[in-house]
């Protein structure tokens, strides 16, 4: 009887002791400060916000004039971040002068449902620039060109918003897709298109 009584203590001290080292394991998590991930949006050398667009034939960084070109800049960014552009297709290709998209009907008669204001530009439309569609009843506000080549005739009229700052190549390669009617055979699709971020940890004490 007593031999048991010595192996039932033996394992009630054990299992204290077992409980004990974890209450102070968690007692120590809880100390520990909290990590918490913070995004950083990237941005360039004049601090203006850049846009990484996934495409089906590579990716695109685009730099957007959001101080200088408040009104299309601003739509561009907001159309972004609501992920407008997400699976909508470059539905028309110039060779040498435009790759154009952001209609997410794919005729090139559509939009977010809305027009733009008229807005000065300093920039202006030459190879790798930005700047938005227009036709007979306003500024498009959702489709967008890329230039292929300088094009001086297109200012004041079409003012540039924005530029390629890496993935012309890309841009390029898209130009060279066979089209009929200026409308690629094979669809040229833009994956997504999100701000650039930059991620990074930050201890926060709680």
Known sequence: MRKYAV???????AC??????E?????EE??????EKKVVYARTEAGNPIVLMKTSMGDIEIEVFEKDCPIHGGNFLKLVENEFYDDVSFHRIVPGFVIQGGDPTGTGGGGPGYRLEPEKSKYKNKRSYI??????????GSQ???L???APHLDPKFPCFARVIKGMDVVDAISKVKVEKQKPIEPVKIIEARLKTVSEEKEITK
């Open 23 to 27: 209450e102070e394991k968690q007692a």
């Open 30 to 35: 809880i100390s520990k400060p909290a990590v």
């Open 148 to 150: 292929l080549g300088d």
């Open 7 to 13: 192996v039932l203590l033996a394992l009630l001290v």
């Open 144 to 146: 967008f060109y890329i």
């Open 131 to 140: 700047a938005m569609a227009q036709s007979p009843q306003g500024i498009n």
């Open 16 to 21: 204290s002791g077992q409980q004990k080292k």
